[in-house]
């Protein structure tokens, strides 16, 4: 099941020197949020199946040259001092894919602790969605996305599937700390990718 306090240690350790970021430490906290994703319902299955492609991908990068992809920094200067962000097995724009979804999962996150256990999660999925990853989509996935989105349980149960048997209360307790940790991990990322120039491929 999916564990908030192993995200936020993950997160807390992808944080290293002053600006940059531990890339495996950034694929574990993504493979723990993988699991929410998985418990948001089978329309939802195409989302993480993209997910896991793109963490394998970084996952292999780091295995086989963790020399140049150990951090964000080093593999945004290897790619691009040698021409392989438009490679077709890029971790630079792998990790671009990755961080507009980490925009989604922490603005939704951040509203389900504003919501009482009875109240829809739907409209904040949507809304989340509508203000990060929709600007990416197009039409048609769009849609799709929103439309799912329309099946999703009230809090109390969003977090029965998807945290199993810890504690309810623990769970809401850490999030923020959770959420936080992971803010700040995706304003290194963004600032890094700015930096490169990155941050606004398609």
Sequence with gaps: MFSVAAVQSAFHEALVQDQDVDVKNYVLAYQELCKFCSHLGGLFSFVVNDLEDKIGCLNQLVTEDELHFSTVQNMLNHEISNELVFSGRS????????????????????????????????????????????????????????????????????????????????????????????????????????????????
């Design 91 to 202: 971790g630079s724009v792998t990790l671009l894919r990755l961080h507009r979804g980490l925009e989604f999962i922490i603005l939704f996150m951040s509203k389900l602790l504003q919501l009482q256990p009875n109240d829809s999660t739907k409209r904040s999925a949507q809304e989340a969605y509508s203000q990060t990853l929709a600007k990416h989509h197009s039409w048609l996935i769009r849609n799709g996305a929103l439309f799912a989105m329309n099946f999703l349980p009230c809090q109390r149960a969003l977090y029965d599937q998807t945290i199993g048997n810890t504690s309810v209360e623990e769970t809401l307790n850490t999030m923020p700390e959770m959420i936080s940790k992971a803010s700040k991990v995706h304003e290194r990322v963004n600032n890094l990718l700015s930096d490169y120039e990155i941050l606004n491929i398609p």
